[in-house]
C-alpha cells in the first residue's frame, strides 16, 4: 500500500544536547542476504521462528538462517524477524538491496546486510542517517585493520562521519551482530520499567574476543562495539555505542518518542471534529505530547532531573524537571496572522531529561586501624 509520511502534518525535531564532552516495528530486526528462498519479486518476508524459515524451504545453513539463529537465541527474545532479498543475479549494490527491502516492508527498525563489506557497510550507513521511517543498521567486521586501530578502518571511517544510525561490532564470529541485534528487538516492549542498555549483555551463540587492552582501546575509541570476557568471569558485549558515540538504547528511544508524539497528536486531529486556535485546542495537542511523554517516563527512559539544554520560553536552565519533561508552547497571542491563517498551531516544545544508564562504578575504600 501506497502511503505518505506523517511529517507534513506532525513535525518532531529531536535535539540532543551535547555531552559535557512512523514506525511501529521498534522491536522487529531484518537481515538481508542473497539466498534466494525469497524471490527478489517478494523482497522480504516475516518469520515468527527459525522452524517457521525451515518450514518455508530454508535449509539451515544459509548465511541469513544462521544469523537468524543468534537473533532468536537470545535471552530477551524476539517476537519476529524479517528476512531480505539481496538480488545477486544482477549489479544490485548492498545499499540499492537495503532500500528495496525497506520499501518492500517498513515494519523492521534494525537492519543488517550479511557479509556485509568495508564500502557496503559505508554506503548502508549514509542510507540510514536519512531513512524514513526511522532505520538503523548493525554490521560486523572482522577486518585485521580495526583492532590495530589502523587509520581508515571501518570504525574510524564511521567515527568520522558522525554518523548515529549505525552501530557496529568486532568479531571473528561471522554476523555476530545479529545476537545483540535480536536481544535489542527482543527487551524493546515498551512496558513499564523496560528501559534497558546493550553494555553488559551476555550473547548466546557467540565466542568472546581474545583481546589485548590495548586492542579492545582502538576499537572502543573509534566507537566500535566488543564481546569479551572480564575478570574470567563475566562474557559482555561493550559499549553499546553507535558510531558517532552516541548509545543505542538513547537513539532507539529518542526515534520511539518522536513517533509517539506523532502519532498521538495525528490521533488527536483526526478524532476531533476540529481542534480550534484557542487556548483551549493548544491544551488538547499539550496533552497529546504529554501522552507520549508519559510512555517514555513509565519504561524508565526520562527520569527526574535538572534541566541543563539552556532557557527555553520561560522554562529557564537549571530548573528541576520534576516528571523527567515538560511540554511547552509558543503563545497564542504573539502568533503571526500569516501562520493563523495557514492554520499553523503555535510551535510546541518537549524538553526531556534522560534516565541515562550507569556503565563504570568507582568504589573508595578507606581503611583505618
Request: charged share 15%; proline share 2%; glycine share 8%.
Amino acid at each position: 500500500m501506497a502511503t505518505l509520511p506523517l511529517n507534513d502534518v506532525v513535525s518532531v525535531n529531536v535535539t540532543v544536547s551535547p555531552t559535557t564532552t512512523i514506525l511501529s516495528g521498534f522491536n522487529v530486526g531484518c537481515i538481508i542476504g542473497k539466498s534466494t528462498i525469497i524471490s527478489a519479486v517478494t523482497r522480504a518476508k516475516e518469520y515468527a521462528s527459525t522452524n517457521e524459515m525451515l518450514s518455508d524451504g530454508w535449509a539451515g545453513t544459509e548465511a541469513e538462517f544462521v544469523a537468524a539463529q543468534k537473533y532468536f537465541g537470545q535471552s530477551a527474545k524476539p517476537a519476529k524477524v524479517v528476512i531480505g532479498r539481496w538480488d545477486g543475479t544482477g549489479a544490485e549494490t548492498a545499499v540499492q538491496a537495503f532500500t528495496a527491502v525497506r520499501g518492500a516492508n517498513s515494519t523492521w527498525y534494525a537492519g543488517m546486510v550479511v557479509g556485509a563489506t568495508k564500502t557496503e557497510i559505508l554506503a548502508i550507513a549514509a542510507y540510514a542517517e536519512t531513512a524514513t521511517p526511522y532505520t538503523t543498521q548493525f554490521f560486523t567486521t572482522a577486518d585485521a585493520d580495526v583492532p590495530l586501530g589502523t587509520a581508515g578502518n571501518v570504525f574510524l571511517s564511521l567515527q568520522a562521519l558522525g554518523y548515529k544510525r549505525t552501530i557496529g561490532m568486532y568479531s571473528t564470529v561471522t554476523n555476530a551482530v545479529s545476537a545483540i541485534m535480536g536481544y535489542a528487538m527482543g527487551a524493546n516492549t515498551n512496558l513499564p520499567n523496560s528501559a534497558y542498555t546493550l553494555k553488559f549483555k551476555s550473547l548466546a551463540g557467540v565466542a568472546t574476543e581474545a583481546l589485548t587492552i590495548v586492542q579492545v582501546s582502538a576499537i572502543e575509541n573509534a566507537n566500535g562495539n566488543v564481546y569479551v570476557n572480564r575478570g574470567s568471569v563475566y562474557n559482555i558485549f561493550e559499549q553499546g555505542v553507535m558510531s558517532d558515540g552516541s548509545f543505542f538504547d538513547e537513539i532507539i528511544n529518542l526515534d520511539m518518542l518522536a513517533n509517539d508524539l506523532q502519532i498521538e497528536i495525528m490521533r488527536t486531529l483526526i478524532n476531533s471534529a476540529k481542534v480550534p486556535q484557542t487556548q483551549s485546542g493548544v491544551d488538547t495537542l499539550v496533552s497529546a505530547c504529554v501522552r507520549a511523554c508519559e510512555t517514555s517516563r513509565t519504561k524508565g527512559f526520562v527520569a527526574t532531573g535538572i534541566w541543563r539544554g539552556g532557557n527555553v520560553l520561560t522554562f529557564k536552565n537549571g530548573t528541576m524537571l520534576q516528571n523527567g519533561y515538560i511540554v511547552l508552547v509558543d503563545s497564542l497571542i504573539t502568533q503571526s496572522d500569516v501562520d493563523r491563517a495557514a492554520r499553523k498551531a503555535p510551535t510546541i516544545y518537549v524538553l526531556v531529561k534522560l534516565a541515562g544508564a550507569i556503565h563504570s562504578v568507582l568504589v573508595n575504600v578507606t581503611v583505618n586501624r
